[in-house]
């Protein structure tokens, strides 16, 4: 079948066609369709039987160009066979936390998914005062169990490789390496600044050398270490959430990276997010205690995380294929275990940095910080969220753990 961009009217024609959808829908005549695409890349579709809303499913379709910009930021439809392979990799590990795939069309370049009902995006409802007491839980398994599976710790150093070979991501890690490493730090046209942002706090990132030398590690980090298969764009905006449940979407970005890059995003996301709650209303018993959860949150999802992927990487070092079991024993191995934990702490605080940077100042802001109305009160969150920034990419390798970062954003 050759690809054309499926509209709201041509979706239930589609999906009658498609073998999958008959044990789904009891018919295709009086179907609902909405686009609800807020992203900047795809078309998202929910489709439900307005009969029986009980009925439901997503349709997402990816376009042969950014839908942000248009089509004069071409991108392969490709990146579709990725996302698709990305979500029933990962759900195959942790089938709580991802949406089941239902059909997949390569031709097409779109996926057909279960459709979350009870649960909305994790940075709207955070926004709306609304916080999750499982999300750090949910959130810290999911990091342990994709981080450690996709690895060498796991895998045989064959399917590592051929791993990477599937999941070469190149249209868009190169979007991360311009707008996260690169952008934010030249004076590149994707940028926009808050017009109250002193121009000094820009400088303070822009004009530092040593910074500037840093985020150039982590670049470097990001484009050659491949250890494990990651998300590739685990923010708050792809996380969706219940009472109860927490589910992660849109891998789009998954390829084969630094472990520490999915932990940096999500930290950085909920330090970004403590200090737009500072901006909207200081002092206010709300946004204190969403601030509290948030700083209680990013610590336990690095605490849940380390604390469960070193219990799985203790359980399978002697069998399968763990390559440390037999390298390694009693204290040598443990020092080893200990030394790489600190490497991916390490890592996750200087991607945390440069993720803040980014949405601050490069392209892509977090509404968090962006939609604060008072152009001063968001300069204050900004200058804030830089300050701290600078920090986690100079200082990462003086912080002991997450309570020494807690006490930075703090100050
Ligand atoms: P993009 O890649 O364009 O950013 P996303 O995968 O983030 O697209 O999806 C865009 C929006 O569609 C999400 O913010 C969410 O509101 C909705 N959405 C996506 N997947 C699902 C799903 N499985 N169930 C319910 N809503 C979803
Ligand atoms: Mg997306």
């Known amino acids: 079948m050759e690809f054309r961009r499926l509209t709201e009217a041509e979706i239930p024609g589609y999906l009658q066609d498609v073998p999958a959808m008959q044990a789904r829908f009891s018919d295709f005549d009086d179907l609902d369709v909405s686009e609800v695409g807020d992203g900047n890349l795809n078309f998202v579709f929910l489709v439900s039987h ?15 160009y950014l839908r942000v910009v248009g089509q004069s930021w071409p991108l392969t439809r490709h990146r579709m066979d990725i996302e698709t392979a990305a979500l029933r990799h990962f759900r195959a590990l942790c089938p709580q936390h991802l949406p089941e795939v239902f059909h997949a069309d390569s031709d097409m370049s779109l996926v057909v998914m279960e459709r979350l009902r009870d649960h909305r995006i994790l940075r ?52 991360t390496e311009d707008l996260i490493f690169t952008h934010p730090y030249d004076d590149s046209p994707t940028n926009s600044y808050n017009p109250a942002l002193p121009r000094d706090a820009i400088d303070r990132i822009q004009r530092n050398p040593l910074l500037r030398a840093a985020v150039g590690e982590l670049k470097y980090a990001f484009m050659t270490r491949a250890e494990t298969l990651l998300h590739g764009d685990l923010h708050v905006g792809s996380v969706m959430v219940s009472e109860k449940e927490t589910y992660v979407i849109d891998p789009e970005f998954a390829f084969y990276g630094p472990m520490g890059f999915d932990i940096g995003i999500l930290l950085a996301n909920f330090f970004l997010a403590w200090y737009g709650q500072g901006a909207r209303a200081p002092g206010g018993a709300d946004a204190t205690h969403t601030q509290d959860w948030l700083l209680r949150t990013a610590a336990q999802c690095w605490d849940g995380f380390a604390q469960q992927f070193m219990q799985l990487w203790q359980a399978h070092e002697h069998g399968g294929a763990g390559f440390i079991g037999r390298d390694l024993d009693g204290a040598s191995a443990q020092a080893y275990r200990d030394a790489f934990m600190r490497q991916v702490f390490q890592d996750s605080l200087g991607f945390a940095g440069c993720e803040m940077v980014r949405r601050v100042l490069g392209l892509a802001k977090v509404a968090d910080i962006a939609d604060v109305a008072d152009p001063v009160a968001r300069a204050s969150a900004e200058t804030g969220a830089l300050r701290l920034a600078e920090r986690l990419l100079l200082q990462r390798h003086q912080a002991g753990s997450m309570q020494d970062v807690l006490t930075w954003v703090r100050a």
């Open 50 to 64: 307005r009969r029986d809303p009980q009925q439901t499913v997503v349709v997402k379709q990816a376009v042969p």
């Open 124 to 175: 709207g409802a955070l926004l709306d005062g609304h916080t999750f007491d499982s999300v750090a839980a949910h959130l810290s398994t999911f990091m342990a169990h994709s981080l450690f599976h996709g690895s060498d710790l796991y895998l045989t150093p064959a399917a590592k490789r051929d791993a990477v070979k599937r999941f070469t991501n190149v249209e868009l890690c190169k979007i």
